[in-house]
Each structure stands twice: as structure tokens, then as C-alpha cells.
């Protein structure tokens, strides 16, 4: 579905363009006629602006007239007046009769005036001069009845004798209240026009302004607008650079993004996908290609190898490639002149550069394949002479040369700057050159290398974040590997870890296994710890942690036989995982500090990553919240440092969830929505199904249950089966479901999966214990809940959070104060807000008259309207009741429980008065699913038609009272 504008898009980043307008349409009104020209290139929001600043003077009582000119209508003479003057002519007939009157010549511009044409004069000049006054005579009287604005668009495709009207028109009705404002594209010199505007200067009635690129906030504002939501923020990075500011270029590039599919809705939010961004729209390529294809002989050379280098070159390295040193100041001269490229001193050196990036990939394209090869090639001999030690531009141009560069010295130039940027954390740019250079050597018949350089390329796709390409070619270098067992089988390992991230269980499996075989009878030796501790790995994610704990001892005696520094740390940092998993707390907090120090000294962003996992949970169940925090903030440090994004998915998703323990719950919700961005743009299919669950979390706890169980379904049939698979995945997605049914249909009906849940060894143990004990007792089954209650107690004392669930369920049970005062004082000592409101609210409930009560529950509503938690603030209200207190009010900002989030967009939008089809246009949903939420809607609030639905909107519905 294409973006489209919407009618109340704003005008963005003008505001100081559109008031120097308004303050012309003002002095005109006094002062007489006046000129503003709006320059810019193309695409830069000249008609917007200028038809901005017209509706502006029509609402101010100007009378407003338009006109526009046309590449095919310049010798159609006269063409533009007419167009823009026609309004004045076709009205009542007594209104034209009285403006026309003794007027002739104008029956030579227009058919059907009750005036009388004159018969030729033989002289033409003076018939031309006779014509441009009855044009005077027509705008002096129409301005007697109210000032004229007259808007002329696209003036450089303008008809000549449209612009010497204009001229004459200037001069002769000075003394009138008329503006004339006219749009003018830069970089399309044409002498008339220049002409036009240097006879306008000199009369000093000329008011010009010059758009340039939008800003960064102007470019956010706008593409805001057009998707009606927050955008990602990695759209705005890549449109900032890509479009380069222009309005036009930012419209269709996020249009492209939708229709391809690479900018989709997922959870309510935008969300851009893996993979490159969308190809250049048409709108665009065919704009810039006619600028181009007009440019004279000399400058395309010059533009070509501009295009070559990425649109920037030193004036050095440009030299050095234009083969006619002739043609170097005349076409860079034109392209100046055309404003297509612009020139700098930088740090000494003369530098070009394409005025706009799009420009420069136009360019490129326009290219044959075959001269795009030279070109580069060129360049990659141009850059040996000047800069040989520059690796990275030097590769750049190797890759793109292709044949055209012999291949045993493309070889060498793509295997060592491979090896660079792999060294260096630059993963798209390692995986390039490393296939590239496969290439190379396998036209030089260099098979001896094409194993170790497919590995190259596997660790730098996976470093990349492309699992797939990760996936392939760990594959292709197990096969290259012939009787290289070893080898080979640390090959398979890491292509099954690639197909865990890809969702592709079977296929890890399978991979593990024969990785496995492969070893058999085998001297132990590094490749059997990459195995094993892959497998321990997939032990973990399915949930065996007898399995588990079996091969992190087999990876322990290995470690012994052949383990590095590195291997001990890693065997360690798995043990306390499994301690985590198996809900042997006390263990692994045992564990903590040590794995915490041993990774700190081999600062591996990598093992880092993983330790932070398991310690940030158990930190978190032994009750020290912000020590939990301050390690996922660590590891995002590094991970960021060492310029991995895949290693970024895991400790902005634990953030979220110290948030939402914490009591930040926007907080949570932003970090959970820049997980999901993540890893769709990085292609951890698990990362994303983690960050939608974390947003399931927070809408049951907010009570919006529909939207809740939306996000469910989101990652089941965006993330294929695979969830039932990883028990990691799964439990945290089933504790959101039985969160939405304990919530949504009570608590005997969240008994049994509650039960299920609990038997699965879900990761987040405690919380399903604690979600299981609430429903039973609910239910009215003790024993059970009792159970619960038993179960958390013996993961020990000294584990704060469970402890603190145990004594909050046991006071439930056995109606003791004492242990919910405790379970209080634990959870507000750890800083867990929501678990801390919830077990005062029971202690208010079971001693509702003790003193301190009412406050106590005033408080509450307080922190759960800040959550906006509204079925536990609603409860709280009702406490407040039977205390015989007025309740707290509710905000204004609290969200209606009848109604979830896309059925509120919905009803506020036909509200509006808009149709089906406009809904979904606006929402980028399918006609059918916004009548199926109409009906869903009309159901659940017992409405009729869409007049009562508009009235509950008006009435009912936040920001509409």
C-alpha cells in the first residue's frame, strides 16, 4: 500500500520561509505590487510552500489566481497568462463585462468576452504592446475589488511571452495590492528567466527566498506525518543521509519502504526489516535522470566518476582518473553551473561533491555495467598511486571493478582488507570483501584458500547480522572442508546456531548432531568445545536441563584437556546459566561475581553478552534491581563500542524488563518496540519475539488484554512454530498468556495453563509460580496454591523476589499481615513498584480499618495511574469506597478498558467522518480488518451505526471532551 500525504500533514521546517511571505502578502496590501521568487531544487517544497503561503492570503482576503508552466507547453505562447488569468474572465457575465470593457486585445487571449476583437495593426510590436495592456488593464480592475495573489509554478518551463508579460505586468501595476509570487527550480539555467529576475532587482520589488534541505528534526517532523506514528529511528538515520533533506525524496523513499515491505507495522509501531533499503522510486530516478541527461558533453565524464567514488572526490584523485585532463575545468565548471555538484577546501585539499546523494546513485545506475568496471578500476589504480595504505576505499573500488582488474592483485586486496574490517567489527563490509575475494581466487583456480575464506565470510555475515548468509555459507566452508573433520564439524556448529536465530530448530538439530558424529573417535581438540558449548547452548533453549548440565560437565573436562582462557571463562558462564534455568538460584548467585570479574578481564563483547543474560536474572530474583540494571547498561556499553548491533538485541531487552520490574513502564514499552526494530534489522527472529512478549507484559498489567494477546499471535505467526520449540521463547510468551486469561476470563480459567506453565521449567520460574498461586487461591483451590507458595520458598530465603512472592502468597493464604507487611518491605526494597502496590493492596484489603489505610490506598492509585495500570487502579478506588473516601479522580490521559489500542485509532478516525477505505489507508490495514474492528467495536460497546459511535467518541474517548 503506497504512503500518501495526508491532507493534515503540516508544513514542516518552512515556518521562517512561510513568514517572510505572509509579511510580502502584508506590505502589498499598502505598499503595491511586489515580486517573491521561492527558489530551490527540485523536490525541495517550493509549490508546497508557495501554495501554503496562497491559502494563507485567500483566507485573508485575497483573491487567489494560479498557473503553472510545462517542459512540452514552452512554445504554446502566452499558455501560462492565460491559465493564470482565466478565473477573472469566466465568472458572471456582468462581472466580465465590466472588467473587459474597452479592453479588446484580451479577445485575442480569450474566446467568448462580450468585447469586440480589433482587426491586426500591421504592426506587430505595437499589436504586442496593445495585448500586455489590456493584460495591465484586467489586473488593475480586478485588484479595485480586493487584492490579487498570483502564484506561477515551475516558472523555468514558462512560455517567453508569459514572462515578458510578467515583466510588463511588474511595472504596470505597481500602485496595486498584487503579489506575484513565483516557484523557480535552480540547477535549470535559462536566459529569459535570469533576465526576468535581474530587471526585477533592479526595480527593488523583488523578495527572493532560497529553500534549502530539510534538517534532521524537519525530516523527523515530516516522515512522522506521513506514517501517522513515531518512526523507527533507524528510518530517520538512513533517510537523513540517503535523501538528503529534500521533502520530495523523504515521501516516495518511505513510500518505497512500505510497498516493498521493508518498513512494516509490528506491535502498533513502524518498524524497519532486515535487509537494504528499498530501490530508488521512479518519481525520484526519472527527476534526476532528466537533469542529468541535459548536461553537456564535458560534464558527464566529470559526473561519472563522481558517481564512482560515492559522490565525493579529492580534486587529486579525480585528476588522476578523467582520461582528457580537458575536460576536467569545463565539466566541472557545468556541473556547478547546474548545480549538481559543489566544490570545498578541506584540510588543504580540494574536494567535489554531488549536490544531492540520490544524484549520485542516479548517475551510477546510468552507467553500463561494463564502464561502471573501468571506472572503478581506474579508481582502484588512481587510489595505489596516492594513497596506497588506504585499505578500506581501496577494496571499495577492487570489489566494483570486477574483471576489470587482474584478479591475483584483486586477491590480495580483498583477502587482507577482509581480514581488516572483520578485525575491526565492520561485519557488511568483512562479508564483501571476503565473497569478493572468493571470487577472485576462484578465477585465479586458488582452491587451497576457498575453505578458510568461506569461514571468513561466515563469521563476518554472522557478525552482521545476516543469519541466513551466516547459515549458507558455514554450509558451503563444511563441505570445502572435505576430510578436515575438525573442521568441519565446527562449521555445522555454527551454522546451527545461525538456524536457532533464523527460527529453523530442526535444522540446528540436525546440524549439531552430525557436527557430533563427525567428532566421534576424535582426539579432543578446540572444535569439540565450539561443539559442545553449542549444544549446551540448544540444551538450555529446549528446556533439558539434565541434558544441560550433562555437557556443560563434558565441556568442563574438555576444558581441562584443551581450553584456552577464554574456554574456562565460557564453561563457567554456562554453569551459571544452568543454575538460572533450573531454578538453582542459590547456585548461580553464587557464581555471579566470579563470571562477572573473569569476562570483565577478557573484555569479549561476545561472552559478555551471554554472561549478562543469566546474571541479569538472577541479580534480578535475588532482589538487587539496580545492580541488574547496571550490568545489561555495561553490556550495551560494549556492544556498542565494539560496533555490533547483533549484540545489542539482549541487553536493551533485559533493560526493558528492569523497567518493567521498576516501575518505568514507558520506559519498558520504548526499550521493547527498539528491540524489536533490532533485531528485525538485524535478523534475530528470537529477539523480536522476546521484545513482543515484554510488550504483552505490560499491556495485561495495563489491562489491555486484546492488544496484549495481539502481540502473541504477532511473534507465533511471524516467528513460524519455532517458539514451541525454544522453551525460553515459549514460557515467556505462555506466561503472557495466562497473564491475558487470568486477567480477561478469571482466575479458574488461568488454573490450568497456569499448572502447564509451571511443569514446562519456564525461564521467568518465579513470576509463573507466583501467577499460579494468585489463580488457584482465586479459584478457591488452597492446596495448590499452597504448593506454589512451598515451591517459591525453597528456591531459598536469600533469593530476595521469590522470597518475597512466597510470603506475599502465603499472607493471601493464611490472611497473616505480618507476611504481607514483609512481602511489602522486600518488594519496596528492591524498588519493584508494581509487586510492592499489589501486596499493600491485599494488606489494605484484609485490614481495610487499621490506621493509615486511606493514605496507604490513596498512594496506590497514584503509582497505578502513573503505570496506568487501570484494573488494579480501579480496584484500589473501590477499596477507597468502602472506606467511605471520595476516590481518587482518574487522569484524563487513562485509556478506556472497552476499546483496544487499533480499535481507539479506528473509531476516532470514522469520528472524523472517514470511510472505510480512508481508514485504512491512513492505518495501513486492509479495508476487511477495518470492518472487522468496526464490528468488533460496535459489539462490545453496543452501538448501532456510526453516528453513535462518533457520539461515544466525542463523549467518552480522552482529548475529546
Known amino acids: 500500500m503506497a504512503v500518501t500525504v495526508h491532507a493534515d500533514v503540516p508544513l514542516v521546517g518552512r515556518d521562517r520561509e512561510l513568514r517572510r511571505l505572509v509579511e510580502c502578502f502584508g506590505r502589498v496590501r499598502t505598499g503595491g505590487a511586489a515580486v517573491a521568487v521561492v527558489e530551490g531544487e527540485a523536490g525541495i517544497g517550493k509549490s508546497r510552500l508557495a501554495t501554503a503561503a496562497l491559502r494563507w492570503a485567500c483566507a485573508d482576503g485575497f483573491t487567489g489566481l494560479c498557473a503553472g508552466g510545462a517542459p512540452l507547453q514552452r512554445d504554446l505562447s502566452y499558455a501560462v497568462v492565460v491559465e493564470a488569468l482565466r478565473p477573472l474572465v469566466h465568472g458572471p457575465t456582468a462581472d466580465v463585462a465590466a472588467l473587459v470593457d474597452g479592453l479588446g ?115 523527523g517532523s515530516l516522515v512522522r506525518a506521513l506514517l501517522g506514528d513515531e518512526p523507527p529511528a533507524a528510518l530517520l538515520r538512513a533517510l537523513t543521509g540517503r535523501a538528503g533533506g529534500v521533502p520530495l525524496f ?56 563522481l558517481a564512482v567514488f560515492g559522490g565525493q572526490v579529492t580534486h587529486a584523485l579525480l585528476r588522476e582518473v578523467v582520461a582528457d585532463d580537458a575536460l576536467l575545468p569545463g565539466g566541472i565548471a557545468r556541473l556547478r553551473a547546474a548545480h ?201 533453549r529446549r528446556g533439558d536441563t539434565a541434558a544441560e548440565r550433562r555437557l556443560i560437565g563434558e565441556l568442563d573436562r574438555l576444558v581441562e584437556v584443551t581450553g584456552s582462557r577464554r574456554d574456562r571463562v565460557s564453561a563457567d558462564v554456562h554453569r551459571v546459566a544452568s543454575a538460572f534455568t533450573g531454578g538453582d538460584f542459590r547456585t548461580g548467585l553464587a557464581g555471579v561475581d566470579a563470571v562477572v570479574r573473569k569476562t570483565d578481564e577478557l573484555r569479549d563483547p561476545v561472552l559478555t553478552e551471554l554472561a549478562t543474560r543469566s546474571v541479569f536474572m538472577l541479580l534480578l530474583n535475588g532482589g538487587d534491581l539496580a545492580l541488574a540494571r547496571a550490568h545489561a547498561t555495561k553490556a550495551l556499553a560494549g556492544a556498542r563500542r565494539a560496533g555490533v548491533p547483533t549484540l545489542e538485541v539482549v541487553p536493551l531487552l533485559l533493560l526493558g524488563f528492569a523497567d518493567l520490574f521498576g516501575g518505568r513502564w514507558d520506559d519498558a514499552m520504548a526499550r521493547s518496540f527498539d528491540v524489536v526494530e533490532l533485531a ?157 502496590v499489589l501486596a499493600r493492596l491485599d494488606r489494605v484489603e484484609l485490614q481495610p480499618d487499621q490506621a493509615g489505610s486511606a493514605a496507604d490506598l490513596t498512594r496506590c492509585v497514584e503509582v497505578l495511574d502513573g503505570l496506568r495500570a487501570r484494573p488494579q487502579a480501579d480496584r484500589a478506588r473501590q477499596l477507597l469506597r468502602r472506606l467511605g473516601r471520595p476516590p481518587v479522580s482518574r487522569p484524563a490521559r487513562a485509556r478506556p478498558s472497552e476499546l483496544s489500542e487499533r480499535e481507539e485509532q479506528v473509531a476516532r478516525l470514522v469520528a472524523q467522518g472517514l470511510s472505510n477505505a480512508e481508514v485504512a489507508g491512513r492505518l495501513f490495514i486492509s479495508k476487511r480488518t477495518v470492518t472487522t474492528h468496526l464490528q468488533n467495536i460496535y459489539g462490545r460497546l453496543g452501538l448501532g451505526s456510526r453516528t453513535a459511535l462518533t457520539r461515544y467518541v466525542l463523549e467518552r474517548l480522552p482529548g475529546n471532551t
Open 340 to 540: 549538481l555538484a559543489d566544490e570545498q577546501v578541506l584540510d588543504g585539499a580540494v574536494v567535489y561533491r554531488v549536490a544531492h546523494p540520490l544524484l549520485s546513485e542516479v548517475a551510477y545506475d546510468l552507467l553500463p555495467a561494463a564502464a561502471r568496471g573501468e571506472r572503478h578500476a581506474a579508481a582502484a589504480r588512481a587510489v595505489l598511486r596516492t594513497a596506497p595504505g588506504y585499505l578500506r576505499a581501496l577494496a571499495f573500488h577492487v570489489r566494483a571493478a570486477g574483471e576489470a582488474l587482474a584478479p591475483a592483485q584483486a586477491f590480495d586486496i580483498l583477502d587482507r582488507a577482509a581480514r581488516e574490517a572483520i578485525a575491526e567489527n565492520r561485519g557488511d563490509e568483512a562479508a564483501a570483501n571476503a565473497r569478493a575475494a572468493l571470487t577472485a581466487a576462484t578465477r585465479l583456480g586458488r582452491t587451497e584458500v576457498l575453505g578458510e575464506l568461506t569461514r571468513l565470510l561466515a563469521g563476518a555475515s554472522q557478525l552482521a547480522g545476516r543469519p541466513e548468509d551466516a547459515r549458507t555459507a558455514w554450509l558451503a566452508a563444511a563441505d570445502l572442508a572435505g576430510d578436515d573433520v575438525r573442521t568441519r564439524a565446527r562449521c555445522l556448529a555454527n551454522a546451527a546456531m545461525a538456524e536457532w536465530e533464523r527460527g529453523h530448530v530442526d535444522a540446528a538439530e540436525a546440524h549439531l548432531a552430525l557436527a557430533a558424529d563427525a567428532l566421534a573417535g576424535v582426539p579432543p581438540g578446540p572444535e569439540h568445545l565450539t561443539v559442545t558449548e553449542a549444544r549446551v547452548r540448544a540444551a538450555g
Open 680 to 836: 528485525q534489522r538485524v535478523g534475530m527472529a528470537r529477539g523480536a519475539a522476546f521484545g513482543l512478549a515484554l510488550q504483552g507484559m505490560l499491556l495485561t498489567r495495563r489491562g489491555r488484554f486484546d492488544d496484549a494477546e495481539s502481540r502473541i499471535a504477532e511473534a507465533r505467526a511471524g516467528y513460524g512454530h519455532w517458539p514451541d520449540v525454544d522453551r525460553r521463547v515459549a514460557s515467556v510468551l505462555g506466561q503472557v498468556s495466562v497473564e491475558v486469561v487470568f486477567g480477561r476470563d478469571g482466575a479458574a480459567a488461568a488454573l490450568g495453563p497456569a499448572a502447564a506453565l509451571v511443569a514446562s521449567r519456564p525461564a521467568l520460574l518465579p513470576v509463573a509460580l507466583a501467577t499460579l498461586g494468585h489463580a488457584a487461591l482465586d479459584a478457591g483451590d488452597v492446596a495448590t496454591a499452597q504448593t506454589a507458595a512451598d515451591r517459591l520458598e525453597a528456591l531459598g530465603d536469600e533469593v530476595r523476589y521469590p522470597a518475597a512472592l512466597a510470603r506475599w502468597l502465603r499472607g493471601r493464604i493464611t490472611r497473616d499481615p505480618a507476611s504481607l507487611d514483609a512481602a511489602v518491605d522486600r518488594f519496596a526494597a528492591a524498588g519493584m513498584v508494581y509487586d510492592e
Open 105 to 219: 486585445d484580451l479577445a485575442r487571449l480569450f474566446d467568448g468576452l462580450p468585447v469586440a476583437r480589433p482587426g491586426p495593426l500591421g504592426d506587430a510590436g505595437l499589436e504586442r504592446t496593445r495585448l500586455f495592456e489590456a493584460v495591465c488593464g484586467l489586473v488593475r480592475r480586478a485588484s479595485r475589488r480586493g487584492p490579487l495573489a498570483v502564484l506561477i509554478d515551475d516558472l523555468q518551463w514558462a512560455d517567453s511571452e508569459s514572462l515578458a508579460v510578467f515583466h510588463y505586468l511588474v511595472r504596470g501595476v505597481a500602485d496595486r495590492p498584487v503579489l506575484f509570487v513565483f516557484a523557480c527550480r535552480t540547477g535549470e539555467p535559462r536566459r529569459e528567466v535570469q533576465e526576468l529576475f535581474t530587471a526585477l532587482r533592479r526595480g527593488d520589488v523583488l523578495t527572493e527566498i532560497v529553500l534549502r534541505p530539510l534538517g534532521q528534526d524537519a525530516v
Open 250 to 305: 523523504v515521501k516516495e523513499l518511505v513510500g518505497a519502504l512500505v510497498d516493498s515491505g521493508a518498513l512494516v507495522r509490528s506491535g502498533e509501531r513502524w518498524v524497519l526489516g532486515a535487509g537494504d533499503l528499498a530501490p530508488l522510486p521512479r518519481v525520484v530516478g526519472d527527476l534526476l535522470r532528466g537533469r542529468i541527461e541535459s548536461l553537456p558533453a564535458a560534464a558527464r565524464p566529470v559526473l561519472d566518476v
